[in-house]
């Protein structure tokens, strides 16, 4: 038997003791000395974590006129139950913001989840901030104290300046068939192009709902004529936008990628949502699930130089794949070709070559780019694009990130027609591959609405990773997961994805069945030359709890606990508690096998996929003569404990005629 972890104390009474804290006054009243050290810069609370400004950390600031976030502090709260009940938890935080208001503490702003026990707080000036977090520091109440840098502030003059509104529409009907001949090149490259006629010819199918999260970049209101009535749905909730010295075009473009008239999925109702700070980033993500929405693009990322670890917004991803089945796709970044090192090994250059933060997600699909010259004359020949990141920390190398790589050019359709020059006719970026992939996974769910939604993430990363076409380039990287480190499983192939539907199993792993093969799989025919693939893949449970354990304490982390309009049967464990109970890992050790029947009747293995730290296998083999293959799935190592929900693993297979 495998050691039981020891349970957690009962959980404390919710105390608040507001009256009782002392306000602290004149010594602890200065932010920062003539050096700029600012009063967070000594870690004097373990309760306290500081990290920098979303507008800095995902935008390149010198494009942004005002880096202004209002002093943003995020807290997170200690309530006395373990309940997702949206209704209680959104009354247990404006309880709490009213008792703070009969408070001698300055602040100008406040919001709250709906969600989570989680509210934040914005300020006039860093003075009033310091003031409010050390005079909170004894709220028993308040679980973490998260401080976002607003060092440009003080630097800055002048006042906010909004963005321009009233962008004349480039109505050269040019442009518009520039733009969608690009968009055909890209879908013809994953091999989409049959289905949007499919789509027209079946008006009465089930539309689908897809969703965009984007960055600062308002969309353009003068594109609404690309979406039908009530196909698309806006909450932008970036107030006081900055200026920036560019037309913003991100948002726009990514949407008319993603669906639409002339988008990937057009059949898709678009949910697009817009963030500047914390707050609207974890009020977006919450508008999304309110309204359903089970497949997010993320066209942004972290453009800090140094890499940033997995942290309790990528563990929210998480739990949120694995309990209600959202499929999120993030762009991998766009600066692997822009490291530039000093004499002492570390990188001076303004970009960042990482896959990191939220990305980091494990159940979340991470879409490189391809070159710009790519066709689809000669897939398995077409080369990632230099920019396209592939880089991840090193407890994460075996991890399948990226998962796929696709299409990055687009034409930009929001060109400004008197703009001289070519500088903006056409963008590339892994922020136009990722709503490609995005849309194909929104379509196939319309033809298999039949999975799941604990098995939905798995299977469709399963389907991605068995039918993308291969790479065919000598002297790559491939890691021991069978994924290669630039291209992942290579070219996603919508048509082949639909092939592979038939091919797929469903299986459960748990503590019971360590050490044994959990799975064996029908033989199939292949023929000599033809390809093989077979892909493994399975969620992180992120903490998921068969029984609630509401006397128990689940530490300073146990807040997240979505509450999706649904009845919750499952609670959630906190990140440090779950790896401790898993072992220190974060996922189960599952590994793939692919036999073939000799010629004296007896199945051998020919090809394994056995990574120690990955939740997805993959194992693409070529035959060397025409013979009955199968699959088989052995669990090596469980991170199942004791009242946790059993791993939902996905297995499929493809053969394909590549050469």
Not at 16 to 26: A, E, K, Q, R
Not at 122 to 143: A, G, H, P, Q, W
Not at 386 to 393: A, D, E, H, I, L
Request: aromatic share 14%.
């Amino acid at each position: 038997m495998v050691k039981k972890f020891k349970k957690f104390k009962k959980f404390a009474l919710y105390l608040f003791g507001f009256t009782s804290i002392p306000l602290i006054y004149s010594s602890l009243f200065i932010n920062w000395n003539n050096n700029k050290q600012y009063w967070y810069s000594t870690n004097f609370s373990n309760k306290i974590d500081v990290r920098e400004s979303f507008i800095k950390k995902l935008n390149k600031s010198s494009k942004v006129e005002n880096l202004d976030n209002n002093f943003e502090l995020k807290l997170l709260l200690n309530p006395d139950f373990l309940d997702t009940d949206s209704k209680k938890i959104t009354s247990f935080n404006i309880d709490f913001l009213e008792k703070m208001k009969k408070l001698d503490l300055k602040y100008k702003e406040t919001k709250y989840s709906q969600m989570l026990p989680i509210v934040w707080f914005y300020f006039d000036t860093e003075n009033d901030r310091e003031f409010f977090v050390k005079n909170s520091l004894k709220n028993s109440t308040i679980s973490r104290f998260i401080v976002y840098k607003n060092e440009e502030k003080d630097e800055q003059t002048g006042h906010v300046e909004t963005l321009d509104d009233n962008n004349p529409l480039n109505n050269n009907d040019n442009f518009h068939s520039l733009f969608s001949k690009s968009l055909n090149e890209n879908i013809s490259i994953v091999n989409f192009q049959k289905q949007p006629a499919k789509d027209s010819e079946n008006q009465d199918k089930v539309t689908s709902k897809v969703g965009a999260i984007e960055f600062l970049d308002k969309f353009d209101s003068n594109f609404n004529i690309y979406f039908n009535e009530n196909q698309l749905n806006i909450n932008d909730l970036v107030s006081n936008r900055p200026k920036q010295a560019e037309k913003p075009y991100h948002s726009t473009l990514v949407s008319l990628i993603l669906g639409g008239k002339a988008g990937v999925d057009k059949k898709s109702d678009l949910y697009l949502s817009i963030f500047k700070t914390d707050a609207e980033w974890q009020k977006a993500i919450e508008w999304m699930a309110t309204n359903d929405v089970r497949v997010i693009n993320h066209s942004y990322g972290n453009k800090l130089v140094d890499f940033k670890d997995y942290n309790e917004n990528a563990y929210l991803l998480d739990f949120l794949a694995r309990k209600y089945g959202v499929i999120n796709v993030f762009a991998a970044g766009n600066g692997a070709d822009k490291i530039d090192k000093d004499e002492f090994g570390k990188n001076k250059s303004d970009y960042n070559p990482w896959i990191d933060d939220r990305s980091l997600s494990l159940n979340s699909i991470v879409v490189g780019a391809l070159d710009d010259n790519s066709s689809n004359s000669n897939i398995p020949k077409n080369e990632i694009a230099p920019y396209s990141n592939f880089k991840t920390g090193d407890q994460y190398l075996q991890f399948a990130k990226p998962l796929l790589v696709a299409p990055g050019q687009i034409y930009n359709v929001l060109d400004d027609k008197n703009q001289s020059g070519q500088s903006k006719k056409y963008v590339s970026g892994t922020s136009y591959a990722a709503p490609i992939v995005t849309g194909l996974i929104s379509t196939l769910l319309r033809e298999i609405i039949f999975v799941r939604d604990d098995f939905r993430v798995p299977a469709i990363k399963s389907l991605l990773s068995v039918s993308a076409i291969s790479p065919n380039h000598i002297d790559l990287d491939k890691k021991d997961s069978g994924y290669y480190e630039k291209y992942g499983a290579g070219t996603p192939d919508f048509e082949k994805m639909k092939e592979a539907v038939e091919n797929t199993s469903y299986i459960f792993g748990n503590k019971e069945n360590e050490g044994e093969v959990i799975f064996t799989g029908n033989r199939f025919w292949v023929n000599s030359n033809e390809r093989v693939k077979t892909s493994l893949s399975w969620n992180f449970n992120a903490g998921l709890l068969k029984n609630n354990e509401k006397s128990q304490n689940t530490s300073s982390w146990w807040w997240f606990l979505p509450a999706i309009t649904r009845n919750v049967t499952s609670d959630w464990l906190p990140l440090e508690a779950t790896k401790k109970r898993q072992g220190g890992t974060f996922v189960s050790d599952y590994d793939l096998y692919l036999q073939k029947l000799n010629s004296n009747g007896d199945w051998v293995d020919v090809a394994r996929s056995n990574s120690i730290l990955s939740n997805d296998e993959l194992i693409d083999f070529k035959s060397n003569e025409s013979a009955y293959y199968r699959i088989y799935v052995k669990n090596y190592r469980s991170s199942v404990f004791e009242n946790s929900e059993d791993d939902r693993l996905v297995v499929s297979y493809l053969v394909h005629n590549e050469n």
